[in-house]
């Protein structure tokens, strides 16, 4: 598996770095290493890959704090859902968190930021489908939210991140949220997983989130 996981990631490199040539930022692959082992993820390590992606901040504890220090190069992101009381913790080991969605959490992070003396960067998560279930800022509602958390507590945001709606509209979508990280002045875009990367890096996504597509299929208990 492990000469495998990097076969596909110079694979999947080669497709974007072609269907990126006119990008005027070419994406980061972020390798989603949630539910793999240590040991399923250092042949990708070795091979100088440095962006990884965790959802829970427990399980990234565990696989990566003893790793960072000592590969001081490595670039950690938080993907999934984060609870506030995960924040302290979040913020000592992660580089870039992708899920900001809430006045209240950005308060948090930015006071861990304040008594650890480090700065990640952020992406607003958007909730383009207005579903119940996921989490996110309405697009109609991101303007102000961006402007509280650059004026008001000095977060810094590069970028909007967005999981489309399962609905076979991915195009759409990307492209909403494409020209709504362009209208704000952002200038990264966290957009794009193992199915609909390809669509991703047309709409200008700087930072794709693939997981299986290196990695193989997850355990389904995980």
């Known amino acids: ?13 080669d497709d974007i770095k ?9 994406p980061e692959i972020v390798c989603i290493s949630k539910t793999f082992s240590v040991n399923q993820i250092k042949p990708l390590i070795d091979h ?11 399980e990234a504890d565990k696989k ?10 490595l670039k950690l992101h938080m993907v999934g859902k ?8 979040a913020v000592e080991l992660f580089d870039f968190i992708h ?22 960067s952020y992406f607003i998560q958007i909730n383009i489908g207005n579903e119940p279930q996921k989490g996110g800022i309405l697009p109609n509602n991101v303007k102000e939210f ?13 970028g909007l991140m967005v999981i489309p709606p399962n609905d076979g509209s991915v195009e759409k979508y990307f492209e909403e949220i494409s020209k709504l990280n362009f209208n ?8 794009g997983m193992s199915e609909d990367y390809k669509v991703a890096v047309k709409f200008k996504s700087t930072f794709l989130r693939i997981g299986s597509a290196i990695f193989g299929p997850r355990e389904i208990n995980k």
């Open 64 to 73: 990566w704090a003893e790793i960072k220090k000592t590969r001081k190069e």
């Open 146 to 158: 961006l402007k509280y958390c650059q004026s008001q507590i000095n977060l810094n945001i590069i």
């Open 82 to 89: 984060l609870q506030t009381n995960k924040a302290k913790k």
């Open 1 to 13: 598996m492990n000469d495998k996981s990097i076969n596909k990631l110079t694979l999947i490199q």
């Open 48 to 58: 100088g890959h440095i962006h990884f992606g965790e959802n829970k901040v427990q």
């Open 99 to 120: 899920s900001l969605d809430s006045s209240r959490l950005g308060d948090i992070l930015k006071k861990r930021e304040i008594e650890l003396k480090k700065k990640l």
């Open 18 to 26: 072609n269907l990126a040539s006119s990008n005027p930022i070419k």
């Open 184 to 191: 704000l002045g952002l200038k990264h875009l966290s957009m």
